[in-house]
Each structure stands twice: as structure tokens, then as C-alpha cells.
């Protein structure tokens, strides 16, 4: 199983720059894709941006332009540059992966316990 544990949030003025981090452990054959999700109070949780292979990377719009998403393999982390961040960017961010314990078994899911991001205007 995947265990995943972001670090980076905090509170940042608007036009800010914040660094989000997730660590991966644990025991697995592989990790094919890894990805940011938030969620706002009151709203949906969002697919923010999302690297499958290690390279082929995807942004929702709101965020194209500003954020970069990125792995280090050699680490086992997968991070997410924010910049230009906007009051609405305001959310728990949350780090997401899909991974198979063996060669040959059905993939799963891992989540992450979170890391408050708050812009201020």
C-alpha cells in the first residue's frame, strides 16, 4: 500500500507563490500516476493538475499558466509549483496516486491527509 503525506500549504497573499510536496512510501510495484486535488469549503473535491508516466502532465483551465506540476522518481515525490495564486486558489489541497502492489494486480488508489492553502486579497 501507498502512503502519501503532502507538506508546503500555508497562507500567502494573493499574486504569492507556494511549493506543495508529497512524499510516497510504502510497499508497491509501481506508481503511474500521481496527482493534486482540492477542495474548497462547500465545493466539490477538483482534479487540479495531474503527471501520468512521469511525463505527460494535464491542468484544469483555472490553473493553466500558473502551476506546475512535476515528479522526482528517485524520490517518490510528485510536487506542485503555484504561482500567481489568487483568493480562489483557497483550499485544501489534496495529493492522489494510482499504483499496483504487483506486476499483475488491479490498481488502487491512495489519498493523502491534506495541506491547507489560503490566499488572502
Known amino acids: 500500500q501507498v502512503q502519501l503525506v503532502e507538506s508546503g500549504g500555508g497562507l500567502v497573499q494573493a499574486g504569492g507563490s507556494l511549493r506543495l510536496s508529497c512524499a510516497a512510501s510504502?510497499?508497491?510495484?509501481?506508481?503511474?500516476?500521481m496527482a493534486w486535488y482540492r477542495q474548497a469549503p462547500g465545493k466539490q473535491r477538483e482534479l487540479v493538475a495531474s503527471?501520468?508516466?512521469?511525463?505527460?502532465?494535464n491542468y484544469v483551465d483555472s490553473v493553466k499558466g500558473r502551476f506546475t506540476i512535476s515528479r522526482d522518481n528517485a524520490k517518490n515525490m510528485v510536487y506542485l509549483q503555484m504561482n500567481s495564486l489568487k483568493p480562489e486558489d483557497t483550499a485544501v489541497y489534496y495529493c492522489?496516486?494510482?499504483?499496483?502492489?504487483?506486476?499483475?494486480?488491479?490498481?488502487?488508489?491512495?489519498w493523502g491527509q491534506g495541506t491547507q492553502v489560503t490566499v488572502s486579497s
Open positions: 492522489n496516486s494510482v499504483y499496483s502492489s504487483t506486476r499483475y494486480a488491479i490498481p488502487r488508489l491512495s
Open positions: 510504502g510497499t508497491y510495484f509501481s506508481i503511474n500516476y
Open positions: 503527471i501520468a508516466n512521469g511525463t505527460v502532465t
